[in-house]
């Protein structure tokens, strides 16, 4: 059966550090990935689209990497910070106009 | 950027009790919105595919007529939750993506959801 997986439910890490979470899918052949954060009780805001082609992206202090052969996508904060605690979602689509399907997600902590 | 409104942010209601939610994009046309249910510390888990001018398309096992969808403009989507009971409760997100770029590869813009809380 098709699943995705975020790894880590939870991550805690230190303000300043690089903090890197881990998508992973299967039975998926998909035309892109995103990933959103949420914060609680809001909707999900997209961060970074990479397209099967691409194997890395930036914005900013951000970056996504898509590993079509290992099926997995990477996503790094670097000098991270208080404020970019929330839970961050993986989230794929098979085409351009079918919906995303998402990950569980996984809840970053930023410690000061 | 793209913004999509979601309202009511919450709704407490008794069993029984039909709920509208609305989903309006604001400065694009949407001819393909999306709504999404989420249960605490849990996915996104996609309900069904509203099309502008034609029936919803429903995922496998969401019941189409308890969960009414009416996509009756290129800026609107709503989803009537009716006769909800306790089970219903739940967080409900909207989705939306900017038609006019072509639709293709591009992120979708999720409103702030709707807490319903049924008693």
């Known amino acids: 059966s098709q699943k995705i997986e975020q790894n880590s439910e939870a991550l805690n890490i230190q303000e300043g550090k690089t903090a890197t979470l881990t998508c992973n899918y299967t039975?998926?052949?998909?035309?892109?990935l995103q990933w959103y954060r949420q914060d609680p009780g809001r909707g999900p805001v997209f961060l970074l689209l990479?397209?099967?082609?691409?194997k890395e992206k930036r914005k900013e202090r951000l970056k996504v990497t898509f590993d079509t052969t290992l099926k997995q996508s990477l996503f790094h904060i670097t000098a991270s910070q208080p404020a970019d605690s929330a839970t961050y979602l993986c989230?794929?689509?098979?085409?351009?106009?079918?919906?995303?399907?998402f990950g569980k997600g996984t809840r970053l902590s930023v410690i000061a | 950027g793209a913004v999509v409104s979601q309202h009511p942010s919450r709704v407490i209601c008794k069993s029984g009790t039909s709920v509208k939610i609305e989903c309006r994009s604001l400065?694009?046309?949407?001819?393909?919105m999306f709504w999404y249910r989420q249960f605490p510390k849990q996915s996104l888990m996609l309900m069904a595919t509203?099309?502008?001018?034609?029936?919803?398309?429903?995922e496998q096992g969401v019941e189409k007529d308890k969960f009414l969808i009416n996509h009756a403009s290129l800026t609107l989507s709503t989803l009537t939750v009716t006769s909800a009971h306790p089970e219903d409760s739940s967080f409900y997100i909207c989705?939306?993506?900017?038609?006019?770029?072509?639709?293709?590869?591009?992120?979708?813009?999720f409103g702030d959801g709707t807490r319903l809380s049924i008693l």
């Open positions: 509203s099309n502008e001018g034609s029936k919803a398309t429903y």
């Open positions: 989705s939306a993506r900017d038609g006019d770029r072509g639709g293709n590869n591009q992120p979708q813009h």
């Open positions: 989230a794929l689509a098979l085409s351009g106009n079918t919906p995303l399907v």
């Open positions: 400065d694009f046309q949407a001819t393909t």
């Open positions: 990479i397209r099967e082609n691409e």
């Open positions: 039975n998926y052949s998909p035309a892109y």
